[in-house]
């Protein structure tokens, strides 16, 4: 499912038009990045958790020549899932 067929289910099943479905999503997508990429935690009871983890420096190879290199640290985004949503998606093991 791309962001369109998103926007489309989500007007669908609150009974909004398209056009306030894609407002509420770019508000929803803009409130959790601000929030993880100022450290804070966006936390969904049932859903999940959005955070932000640090990557340690490492050394690395480039695959071209072989050599090593560091690799610098850096913040990345994780989301873990919660319970209910992990629950729900086992349910529906069809295929």
Known sequence: ???SQLIDQ????AGTT???AEYLLNAFIATVTDEVADGGEVKLVG???FSRVYSKPRTGRNPQTGDEMEIPGK???K???GAVF???VAE???F
Not at 10 to 13: E, S
């Open 75 to 77: 913040h990345k985004p």
């Open 86 to 88: 992990c629950r729900q």
């Open 10 to 13: 989500m007007a669908a099943k």
């Open 92 to 94: 529906r093991d069809d």
């Open 18 to 20: 398209k056009k306030q």
């Open 47 to 49: 859903f999940g958790a």
């Open 79 to 81: 989301f873990k899932a």
């Open 1 to 3: 499912m791309n962001q």
